[in-house]
């Protein structure tokens, strides 16, 4: 039985990382699926080759939100005769077809103060009206989708979680490629470095990260912090911390996937402060990399890093530094975790998350007999 699904992948291109690593990790999966599957993917602005006998790209030509959720998508899901369209946060004004949202988490409800005025303004009012209209919510951990279900009092049914996978920064490279690049971005290839990712705004908690490694460096570790990512809102907060000891801190700005996989290869200690992760992509690539890993007991962390990583509590700059001091100096303690790191990596696949995001697509669609289970 063939199902036609519509993928709105209009973030692919535009940095925006944790949703764009989804969306290409779901279309590389949907390929290695056995099902009747023709997947229609819509994109703006970078073009999306086709992965395989799968999908097949088609440009929006708007690059307006509300050029592509008024018309655009409503009109493919018409004139491509979609079973079911999947879109992510946010769903068209109308479709011709039942609906599938991808929500990755519901932060903005409980800490308003990450977010700009807008984005919050525009968040607060499309998601909630988004899930009422479709057929089916995704969302990447069961603490999300805890919080969805009694958030907005919706079908314990009808949120289904779907774990992510690490993305195209999780490939392997050699050694000498990874010091080459690290090399190109200004980054001493012989220095011992800590390691975050994640974008330039208050939730990452970077401030209180940059603290603890100014602690560690007054015990007498000569490591350095390097922080991969774009800025966002109030990154002038992260840049003016940086500044005070610009010598020990190097911030790169967004970087390609070889880029960063290099970084990741490279660092001594991958740190993971963010005060809330509705997963963790950047924890999985680094794991995938043997890179020990310390991460903040919050959000969705745990569920994803289980027991391949050491916890701090982010509110506390000295439990971060403790716990980063410990890493670096305990040999016996990174290998234990780079060993644990790189099983934990494994059990997460974008094979796994498509197929079972292709039983999502086919319950919205109406159908009861998934073609899988039948088999």
Request: proline fraction near 5%; include cysteine.
């Amino acid at each position: 039985m063939t199902i036609r699904v519509g993928l709105d992948a209009h973030m692919v291109g535009s940095r925006e990382t944790g949703n764009e690593t989804y969306v290409l990790g779901l279309i590389d999966g949907f390929e290695t699926v056995e099902q009747d599957l023709e997947l229609e993917v819509y994109y703006q602005g970078q073009f999306i080759h086709s992965r395989g006998d799968h999908s097949r790209p088609h440009r929006l030509y708007g690059s307006s939100p509300w050029l592509r959720l008024g018309f655009e998508l409503p009109w493919r899901s018409f004139q491509d005769r979609l079973d079911v369209l999947h879109t992510t946060y946010t769903a068209p004004v109308w479709a011709a077809c039942p609906l599938v949202l991808t929500v990755h988490d519901i932060s903005y409800t409980q800490h308003p103060e990450w977010f700009s005025s807008r984005d919050l303004s525009v968040l607060s009012r499309s998601v909630p009206w988004s899930m009422r209209r479709a057929a089916r919510v995704i969302t990447v951990s069961e603490l999300c989708r805890t919080q969805i279900i009694d958030r907005y009092q919706l079908a314990s049914d009808k949120v289904v979680c779907i774990h992510n996978a690490a993305g195209p920064a999780a490939q392997p490279i050699e050694d000498d490629e990874a010091r080459q690049l690290v090399s190109e971005l200004g980054i001493d290839p012989d220095r011992d470095y800590v390691l975050a990712v994640g974008n330039l705004q208050p939730r990452k908690n970077l401030l209180r990260l940059i603290e603890a490694m100014a602690i560690v460096n007054a015990t007498g570790l000569d490591v350095d912090l390097v922080v991969v990512g774009p800025e966002h809102y109030r990154a002038e907060l992260v840049r003016t911390a940086a500044s005070t000891v610009s010598s020990r801190v190097r911030l790169t700005g967004y970087l390609t996937h070889r880029q960063l996989a290099a970084c990741y290869a490279r660092a001594k200690v991958f740190a993971f402060p963010s005060l809330f992760e509705g997963f963790g992509i950047p924890a999985l690539e680094a794991m995938a990399h043997g890179t020990p890993v310390a991460c903040a007991r919050a959000g969705a962390l745990p569920e994803v890093c289980g027991d391949a990583a050491l916890y701090f509590d982010p509110l506390d700059g000295s439990s971060i530094a403790a716990a980063l001091q410990r890493l670096l100096e305990d040999s016996q303690l990174q290998a234990e975790l780079a060993a644990a790191g790189r099983e934990r990596e494994r059990q997460f696949t974008w094979h796994l998350a498509a197929e079972k995001t292709l039983d999502v697509y086919y319950a919205a669609a109406g159908h009861t007999v998934m073609p899988r289970s039948a088999a």
